[in-house]
């Protein structure tokens, strides 16, 4: 299984991105695949979470209403549309897979089996 990030950068305050993560060796549509961050001195967010098979998602309340995550599954890949960013946004994002997951417990971050490498994600003020 590999999860592969990208889409990183850097933005200035109010900007948008948008991050992908495509996914192989894995049952796609069933997959919890969730987004999570982390910014220098904290700890791993979890922000973002879709089933796509039900179409479930899930935000934190630090980023609903900016971001969105959305899956291509004949590409078997998950997007996070950022907008709106903010300098607090500043982290690196990383995406994991929890095989026959649920969006119910997406912030636990030991739930997931397979995590891709980090990109970063940069906002100027």
């Known amino acids: 299984v590999q999860l592969q990030a990208s889409g990183g950068g850097l933005v200035q305050a109010g900007g948008s991105l948008r991050l992908s993560c495509a996914v192989s060796?894995?049952?796609?549509?069933?997959?919890?695949i969730a987004w999570f961050r982390q910014a220098p001195g904290k700890e791993r967010e979890g922000i973002a979470c879709?089933?796509?098979?039900?179409?479930?998602?899930v935000y934190s309340d630090s980023v609903k209403g900016r971001f969105t995550i959305a899956s291509d599954n004949a590409k078997n890949t998950v997007y996070l549309q950022m907008n709106s960013l903010k300098s607090e946004d500043t982290a690196v994002y990383y995406c994991?897979?929890?095989?026959?997951?649920?969006?119910?417990?997406?912030?636990?971050?030991?739930?997931?089996?397979?995590w891709g490498h980090g990109t970063q994600v940069t906002v100027s003020s």
């Open positions: 994991a897979a929890d095989k026959d997951g649920t969006t119910n417990v997406y912030k636990d971050a030991l739930r997931y089996e397979y």
């Open positions: 060796g894995l049952t796609f549509g069933n997959s919890a």
């Open positions: 879709i089933v796509s098979d039900n179409d479930d998602t």
